[in-house]
């Protein structure tokens, strides 16, 4: 496991490295996958990332496929639209 600092969040594993502008982008988007989303299913913000592209709803148990990082991606969309066709 990862050793966690908490004034750097997340991105303190890092120390010095990669330079401050890209742990700046690292954090916001390791904050954007923790946080919750909307399920299409019941509507309840209560959807969690489980792992790299897969969502699970906490409250109806629903699994579902997404981005890696947040649950709906333009590219998703993007595809969506074509399937539909
Ligand atoms: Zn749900």
Wanted: glycine fraction near 10%; charge should be positive; charged fraction near 35%.
């Amino acid at each position: 496991m990862t050793r966690r600092t908490k004034k750097v969040l997340m991105t303190g594993r890092f120390g010095t490295r990669y330079g401050a502008t890209l742990r700046k982008r690292v954090k916001t988007i390791e904050l954007k996958s923790r946080s919750k989303f909307r399920c299409p299913i019941c509507r309840v913000k209560a959807v969690k990332r489980k792992s790299s592209g897969i969502w699970e709803c906490q409250k109806c148990g629903h699994v579902m496929t997404g981005g890696a990082w947040v649950l709906e991606t333009a590219e998703g969309k993007r595809s969506k639209r074509i399937l539909r066709k």
